[in-house]
């Protein structure tokens, strides 16, 4: 993606309407004729802005993606002991979940673009091995044994109950029940 310019008020409209229409209706639905009537400005300033709809769609995961890791941080910080820590991403959800009821829009984005080049599946493949990668140094940090192991079993019972929010099952609670258990198995079972 492009350096981009400071963001004017002017894009922070245009990123705002495009994070809704995206969210809501998926990126292929939505044009850019939509965004910039949504935000109240013209095309010509949506491209000037941002390039193309596939760098909007980019800076739309990208600045998803920058509040997720604040709030998963802020859920992690707060936790005392290790392997509390652990666990925050999945309490970092139920805080989520509880505004973005329609699902993961990661995962919406991975299956719309199916184009390896495109730059914002980059930004939502990204997102996926930065939470793989910080169960696994969570786990590390708990002193879990076989960490690895550990954290792609934590990120297969959070994608599956983020990937299930949208139906009506609390897959969410057993999900944090059974991660808890892992945790528990993988601190007992250290060397």
Not at 57 to 63: F, G
Request: charged letters at 25%.
């Amino acid at each position: 993606m492009r350096e981009a310019p400071p963001m004017t008020p002017a894009g922070r409209r245009i990123l705002a309407a495009a994070e809704e229409l995206f969210y809501d209706r998926g990126i292929t639905a939505v044009g850019v004729d939509l965004i910039a009537e949504r935000s109240g400005v013209t095309k010509r300033t949506l491209y000037n802005r941002f390039g193309s709809k596939d760098h909007l769609v980019a800076a739309y995961l990208a600045e998803r993606a920058q509040r997720w890791r604040a709030l998963v941080r802020q859920a992690v910080e707060a936790r005392d002991r290790p392997a509390d820590a652990v666990l925050a991403p999945f309490d970092a959800l139920r805080t989520w979940t509880d505004t973005h009821t329609r699902g993961c829009a990661f995962i919406n984005a991975l299956a719309e673009l199916p184009d390896p080049s495109h730059p914002a599946r980059h930004i939502a493949v990204d997102q996926k091995l930065w939470l793989l990668n910080l169960f696994e140094e969570l786990a590390t940090e708990a002193g879990c044994s076989d960490p690895a192991v550990l954290a792609g079993r934590l990120l297969l019972l959070h994608e599956g109950a983020l990937a299930t929010q949208p139906l009506p099952l609390d897959t969410l609670s057993e999900s944090i029940e059974l991660a808890r258990t892992l945790v528990r198995i993988a601190m007992s079972s250290r060397p």
